[in-house]
Each structure stands twice: as C-alpha cells, then as structure tokens.
C-alpha cells in the first residue's frame, strides 16, 4: 500500500532545516529515501531497516520508528542543491516470499537564496 | 559503467499501436524494475523481476508484458498503446529485493 508523505510541498530559504515524514499502515521492513530533481532520474539517499539505527548522510539525516510504521526525514542547514522531490519508498514486511515495495506521491523541496 | 541505460528517451505512438522499451544494466543486479511516473505522482511499479528467469506484477500491470531478457536485459512491452499510457517510464535494478534502487534516465512516452 503505498505510504503518505507529508508535506506535498515545502518551500525554505538557504541555511533553513526541513522534516519530510512517511508513514504506511503497513508494518515496514525498510524505507528508503530518493531525491529527484527535475526532468532526471531518482536518486537514492538512504536506507533504514527494521531493528537498524538512524541514519546519516552529509547533512540529510533519517529515522525510522518501526512501531508506528513511519520514517522521517531531515534536511539542515539547507543548501540549493537540495531542491528536487523526496520520494520515500516502502518495503512491507510479509510472511510471503517476497516483500512489496511502494513509493510516495513525494515532497517538493524548494531551497530558496 | 554506464549503470542502467534505457533506449528510447522518446517516443510518440498512435493509439493502438505497440512498442517495447529497452532496459540494461551493467552492475551484475540480480533484481530489475519497471515504473510509470505521472505528473505530481509518485513512482508506481509496472511489473519487477527479483531475479533472472522470474518476473512478478506490480501495482499497475493492466496493459503491459515484460520479458526478463538475461540478467542483464528487462524489456516492457506495450501490446496496443492506450492515451492513458501516456507517461515517463522508469527502469531501474538492485544488487537484489530490497536494496537501493538505481534507476535509468527514462523514456518519456506520448500516445495520441
């Protein structure tokens, strides 16, 4: 089932921090960040598993609460290279074979000078 | 290491009319993908292939067939192309289900 983001948009000024959520009423195994800037492919940022710890990347950050089947995400001290759409992506955790994948709508992340 | 290349970047079609997008990947993956992107709306899976000689129906199946050429090679077929196909179609592979996505620049669709 695929996750709801929050917020649709988001519009910041340079050096501005942000939060991106992402939360399915599905009990999650993994979630997974991408950035996506416009009219190219998405781009992965970061994996959270269940039972892992939070994670890190430069200055975009992410945790996952595995109880309350939500992640989110933090972007501080915004740069302009940080504008694009944030997707998150879910990975059910299933007693099948295979565990079913979803992407959010996505959060447009607009960094302003 | 060109990743995951797509071939067309482009394409018109009439209604009714059939095509089949290329997808290949060089990074030894085991999984591949296939994703419809629509305006304002999230990635939404077509058909994957968790790994060589298996393929499985995503959220959006209605429409398509694909075929798990090799390891390498994920091919999407669209049998009679309908203006609601009318979309971006991503490609993308993992090292396998589960792992992080590398995705293909993309075929930009257009049925008339």
């Known amino acids: 089932q695929q996750p709801v983001q929050s917020p649709q948009a988001v519009i910041l000024r340079e050096g501005e921090d942000a939060v991106i959520n992402c939360s399915s009423s599905?009990?999650?195994?993994?979630v997974h960040w991408y950035r996506q800037k416009h009219g190219e492919a998405p781009v992965f940022l970061m994996i959270?598993?269940?039972?892992?710890e939070q994670k890190g990347h430069e200055k975009i950050s992410a945790s996952f609460n595995e109880k309350k089947q939500q992640s989110s995400l933090y972007l501080t001290a915004s740069q302009l290279s940080y504008s694009g759409t944030y997707f998150c992506?879910?990975?059910?955790?299933?007693?099948?074979?295979?565990?079913?994948?979803?992407f959010g709508s996505g959060t447009k992340l607009n960094v302003k000078p | 290491n060109a990743g995951v290349t797509q071939t067309p970047k482009f394409q018109v079609l009439k209604t009714g009319q059939s095509m089949t997008l290329q997808c290949a990947q060089d990074?030894?993956?085991?999984?591949m993908y296939w994703y419809r992107q629509d305006p304002g709306m999230g990635l939404r899976l077509i058909y994957y292939s968790a790994s060589e000689g298996t393929t499985d129906k995503g959220e959006v199946p209605n429409g398509y067939n694909v075929s798990r050429l090799n390891k390498r090679e994920f091919s999407l077929r669209l049998e009679s192309a309908a203006p609601s196909q009318t979309s971006v179609y991503f490609c993308?592979?993992?090292?396998?289900?589960?792992?992080?996505?590398?995705f293909g620049p993309g075929t930009r669709l257009t049925v008339t």
């Open positions: 993308a592979s993992s090292a396998r289900e589960g792992y992080e996505q590398y």
């Open positions: 992506g879910t990975e059910e955790d299933s007693r099948d074979n295979f565990n079913k994948f979803y």
């Open positions: 959270l598993l269940k039972g892992g």
């Open positions: 990074m030894n993956h085991n999984s």
């Open positions: 599905k009990a999650l195994y993994s």
